[in-house]
T-cell receptor
Framework: QKEVEQNSGPLSVPEGAIASLNCTYSDRGSQSFFWYRQYSGKSPELIMFIYSNGDKEDGRFTAQLNKASQYVSLLIRDSQPSDSATYLCAVGNTGGFKTIFGAGTRLFVKA | KAGVTQTPRYLIKTRGQQVTLSCSPISGHRSVSWYQQTPGQGLQFLFEYFSETQRNKGNFPGRFSGRQFSNSRSEMNVSTLELGDSALYLC?????????????FGPGTRLLVL
């Protein structure tokens, strides 16, 4: 079992729709959770982080964390073609001093 | 504030050679992590340094090594290059609390081994 799992996609949504990206992790000791966006040929850039159970909203983005289910998700409302990228879920564990990344989900937003 | 910088940006080497990549973190950041990214494996953790000490290491062979200097700049070295080492090598910096912190990535060094 991979430490951080994501559906590789591609996930295709029409412009203006909600895109839902999911991630599960295996280490129950994980304490920090991140979503990064990576455009083709570019390095990852942080979209959001979440540490507590529940929802966290930032503009069109909402991160959801359920530690009991070891599940993290990212919702993108009013999706735009510029949101087309690979979205990486990352999980951090203080004791390990390392962040584990999922393989990423490719998102296509059709105009 | 300047971002994370990596040099060189592109590199072509042949099998058996060695290579050294450099990373300069954001000013004030003391932690540097290195990752290898390939289309098949995604982002794989190589190692993390804080105050010149390696705090954690991923599952890579001993050919992969790194170090950090007193100014927090970091280098990674790959010896006896193999074709499979062709990848994008990314470094990321953070303040230094390890996995809890947001990491900021550099542009990467794209290595091609022929």
């Amino acid at each position: 079992q991979k430490e951080v799992e994501q559906n590789s996609g591609p996930l295709s949504v029409p412009e203006g729709a909600i895109a839902s990206l999911n991630c599960t992790y295996s280490d129950r000791g994980s304490q920090s959770f991140f979503w990064y966006r990576q455009y083709s040929g570019k390095s990852p850039e942080l979209i959001m982080f979440i540490y507590s159970n529940g929802d966290k909203e930032d503009g069109r983005f909402t991160a959801q964390l359920n530690k009991a289910s070891q599940y993290v998700s990212l919702l993108i409302r009013d999706s735009q073609p510029s949101d087309s990228a690979t979205y990486l879920c990352a999980v951090g564990n203080t004791g390990g001093f390392k962040t584990i990344f999922g393989a990423g989900t490719r998102l296509f937003v059709k105009a | 504030k300047a971002g994370v910088t990596q040099t060189p940006r592109y590199l072509i080497k042949t099998r058996g050679q060695q290579v050294t990549l450099s990373c300069s973190p954001i000013s004030g950041h003391r932690s540097v992590s290195w990752y290898q990214q390939t289309p098949g494996q995604g982002l794989q953790f190589l190692f993390e340094y804080f105050s010149e000490t390696q705090r954690n290491k991923g599952n890579f062979p001993g050919r992969f090594s790194g170090r950090q200097f007193s100014n927090s700049r970091s280098e990674m070295n790959v010896s006896t290059l193999e074709l499979g080492d062709s990848a994008l090598y990314l470094c990321a910096s953070s303040l230094g609390k390890g996995g809890e912190e947001t990491q900021y990535f550099g542009p990467g060094t794209r290595l091609l081994v022929l």
